[in-house]
């Protein structure tokens, strides 16, 4: 009797367990990590228009960004600095490179000879004027600081223009998710703040070539414009500017939670009520890999099943043959030359004959 209790016992027990665990595997897959950098700081006080310390308001809207989004269970918010330190642009990326972001976001406040006003969003890419070169220009002198940088960015010149093709490559494949993110921000500035709205624009910035994620670098504003400037550096417009930026880091999210997770080998959760659908396999194997697009080619909107020790990874999901086509052409495009179209009904795999039957009733 004592035995069969024991066994009962060690049988729910370990239920617990896995239950357990299943729980905070599931939590970790839903929480959304942002890293959020504090531009300059330590003796890089940033720009000082009238004189204000360019380091000092980055932070405090950093660290608003960061309470506003830390009392929501989704994210986790990492911060490249919390306090008046100095930092290398390289390390701000290794922070949110080792943390496996879903989102870089840096903040700064930008200045000009003119009196200049508004808040503008930038993304990597290749500046499309002087104006946008001489804006990353200034943000990239802060390597002069840094020790040893010639050979940690492989000899790289903010002040050769040529400089910045080199850095373009490694964001490539983030480009449109970064883009996707700046758009909201800046929406936000001009909507909620009505900010003069400068635009999303491209330039070179160091710090983003090396982040392996989307990413956003935020002028804030001018604080050599003395009425923007007085703003930038009151409690009340680093409130607004971190309420606002936090508020387009939730919708950012919310535009791309639409990613379906497949709970079990039978089993989908869907965001619609198709009960039939497609998606195009684009892999698999042994090992688990976080449903980032940074694993997948860029692409987005990904899935997973598992049997056993097998995973299977599925991109896009739709109930149109013709889309589904397109997609597969979309996933072999982006280098998953075995991808294939596969069918399911109610969260079961089917024969894509069993799919063209079903559908054409």
Known sequence: MYTNLNLLLRKISTLILLFCCNLLFSQDNNVFTVVIDAGHGGKDSGNRGNG???????????????????????????????????????????????????LFVSIHCDSHTSNAYGAGTFVLGLHANERNFQIAKKENSVIFLEEDYTQKY????????????????????????????????????????????????????????????????????????????????SKKGQKEMSNSIADAIIKYKKSIS?????????????????????KIQIASGSKFLALKSYNFKGLSQLSYSK?????????????????A?????????????????????????????????????
Not at 220 to 232: D, H, P, S, V
């Open 258 to 278: 639409n990613t379906s997770v497949e709970l079990s080998s039978n089993y989908f959760v869907e965001n619609d009520v198709i009960n039939t659908f497609l």
């Open 325 to 361: 086509k397109e997609y597969l052409l979309k996933a072999k495009r982006a280098g998953f030359k075995d991808a294939i179209i596969v069918a399911f009904n109610n969260g079961k795999r089917i024969s894509m004959d069993d799919f063209f039957t079903i559908n054409s009733n």
């Open 307 to 323: 049997r056993g020790k097998n995973y299977k990874y599925y991109f896009e999901n739709t109930n149109n043959y013709k889309k």
């Open 52 to 102: 204000y310390f360019e380091k000092n308001i980055a932070l405090n809207i950093a660290l608003g960004v960061g309470d506003r989004l830390v009392d929501n269970k989704n994210f986790k918010i990492i911060y490249t600095r919390m306090n008046d330190k100095f930092v290398d642009l390289f390390d701000r990326a290794k922070i949110a490179n080792d943390a496996n972001a879903d």
């Open 154 to 233: 492989d000899g790289f010149d903010p002040n050769n223009p040529e400089s910045i093709i080199s850095l373009v490559l490694m964001q490539e494949e983030y480009l449109d998710q970064s883009i996707k993110a700046a758009n909201f921000i800046q929406e936000s500035f001009v909507k909620n703040l009505k900010r003069k709205n400068r635009t999303v624009k491209q330039a070179g910035f160091i710090v983003l070539k090396y982040t392996y994620m989307p990413s956003v670098l935020i002028e804030t504003g001018f604080l050599t414009n003395k009425i923007e400037g007085k703003y930038l550096n």
